[in-house]
């Protein structure tokens, strides 16, 4: 069997991970596993998960050009996929999309249930949203990737009917 | 050593739920997360809880204020092995602090990995009250914070690991008769299929020194803090209920009764003490008092004394440092005082 990242070498390292009763295998070789922190696990030293999430958010089918920056901090979707660590709140919402699939996969589902916040600050924190998207899809409408134009307007129309019933 | 403090008394279930935890993880909407704040953004955040709690005291007692930069590396880690802060909070320096009340059931980590990480602790199981207290804090913090939120991610936290209900519930057990039967692996692989994990609490693998473990949940999307509370507790139900058969069976047996005794009698004879040894005799101590075949310490008694005689908390309290030698004489004289 062929590494599952690199798909070079011979996978040597068969790693399982069960979470929320959804079970994952990995099967990886002795160059891509350390790197992922498995093979250091046997070592003694912990698995390091920064570099581990990090790796659940790669995408390595997907080469984006990273021209997409949060607002509020800066950082880009590599620069997270990168460390494992998210840069501010509002990452969450200008990366929602890029972040689901691996948010899904840490939990094995999506969607909150239970306590809610107060959020005052529902109506700017609205706004905030609304604004990093229109700034998305005229991004996207640039690169026309129109697939994705369709979505962002979805979205974009959603909120603003939400904010009307108000 | 304080009188007052949480962990000198047993609570419900104390013959094998040694202590309950909650920790939830909140961040404030302008802030980036810790890991990308500048030095101003870290005193900003931690300005901004200072202020916030002596507006709003949260009414559990005087909140003490520690600054992780002044901190006393022995007391800071002395924190860490009571379970108050994390390794790596107590390595942290600039910006960061710990806020804690008098008898240590509350406590909180401002810019560790979240800008706060409010934690409540308790003797027992006791989930349901730990739980209440955290969630009144939280709310009452949160109506002038307004902590970062998202109605389909739930709490943002800087690891997509804590989303959702942002809530770790963790129960610290005694597991002396399952680990010795060696049903612990089987128990491992069920829990996590329940979205939950069991792990040592003291040393690496399968097998804990002193017997301890730690029960958590490990999903937090998705799942309600009460659901999650609920899972936890009826899980822990049924490792209680085991842990307590296989003690009976267990020390049903002559062998076992010894163990226990003659652990005791090393305990109040010993001149030098490692802590390792210590963990490992005190568990064949604790054990046989549960059941009753051994008479003498209280389980009070001993959850001060396994909390007195850490590394960190012996130096701390002499108020100096010690070679590990100097530490094992002290260890094996409080142990022979507190046992006589």
Redesign the interface.
């Known amino acids: 069997m062929v590494c599952q990242l690199c798909g070079k070498n011979a996978a040597t390292t068969h790693f399982k991970k069960t979470v929320g009763g959804r079970t994952e295998e990995y099967y990886l070789c002795p160059v891509c596993a350390s790197k992922q922190g498995i093979g250091s696990m046997w070592d003694g030293f912990g698995l390091d998960l920064g570099d581990f999430w990090g790796s659940l958010f790669a995408e390595p089918t997907r080469q984006k050009q990273d021209t997409v920056r949060c607002e509020n901090c800066g950082h880009t979707f590599s620069e997270i996929a990168r460390d494992g660590r998210v840069g501010c709140p509002q990452c969450y919402v200008t990366f929602y999309d890029r972040l689901l699939p691996s948010i899904q996969r840490i939990h094995g589902r999506t969607g909150h249930v239970g306590k809610a916040a107060t959020q005052a600050g529902e109506q700017a924190q609205r706004e905030q949203e609304l604004e990093a998207l229109r700034k998305q899809l005229a991004e996207c409408l640039a690169n026309q990737e129109y697939e994705r134009c369709a979505e962002l307007r979805d979205r974009i129309r959603a909120l603003e009917g939400s904010g009307n019933e108000e | 050593m304080k009188n007052n403090v949480w962990y000198r008394h047993s609570g419900p279930e104390g013959d094998v739920v040694i202590s309950t935890r909650i920790r939830l993880a909140r ?1 404030l ?1 302008k ?3 810790p ?2 704040m500048t030095g101003e953004q870290r005193a900003a955040v931690v300005e901004l809880f200072q202020k916030t709690l002596a507006e709003h005291d949260p009414g559990v007692g005087t909140l003490r204020y520690l600054s992780m930069q002044n901190a006393d590396p022995n007391e800071a880690l002395a924190m860490v092995e009571r379970h108050l802060i994390s390794p790596d909070f107590a390595r942290c320096e600039e910006g960061s602090g710990l806020f804690i009340n008098a008898d240590e059931t509350v406590s909180m980590m401002i810019n560790e990995e979240d800008h706060l990480r409010l934690q409540v602790m308790q003797s027992g199981m006791a989930l349901d009250e730990a739980y209440a207290l955290a ?1 009144r804090i ?2 009452q913090l ?2 002038t914070l ?16 804590n ?3 942002a809530m770790r519930a963790s129960l610290m057990l005694h597991l002396p008769a399952l680990q010795e039967r060696g049903t612990l692996q089987r128990l491992t692989g069920t829990v ?4 939950m994990t069991i792990r040592g609490l003291y040393g ?1 693998g399968s097998k804990s020194q002193g017997a301890m473990y730690q029960l958590s949940n ?10 999650a509370i609920a899972n936890l507790k009826s899980i822990a139900q049924q490792i209680i209920r085991e842990e307590r058969e296989a003690r009976k069976l267990l020390y049903g047996h002559p062998q076992f009764v010894d163990r226990a005794w003659r652990s005791l009698g090393i305990l109040r004879c010993a001149r030098l003490l490692t802590h390792d040894e210590f963990l490992e005799l005190i568990s064949h101590v604790r054990v046989g008092v549960a059941v009753g075949c051994v008479q003498g310490p209280s389980l009070d008694d001993i959850g001060t004394l396994i909390n007195t005689v850490q590394p960190a908390v012996l130096m701390q309290e002499a108020g100096r440092s010690m070679e590990p030698s100097e530490r094992d004489e002290v260890r094996a004289a409080i142990v022979r005082q507190a046992l006589a």
Do not use: M, W
């Open positions: 961040n909407a802030f980036p997360f890991a990308s969630d939280d709310t949160d109506e307004h902590f970062a939120f998202d109605d389909r991610l739930g709490y943002l936290t800087q690891c997509p690991t989303l959702g209900t996590s299929k329940l979205g690496e490990q999903v937090t999307l998705g799942i309600s803090e009460e659901a």
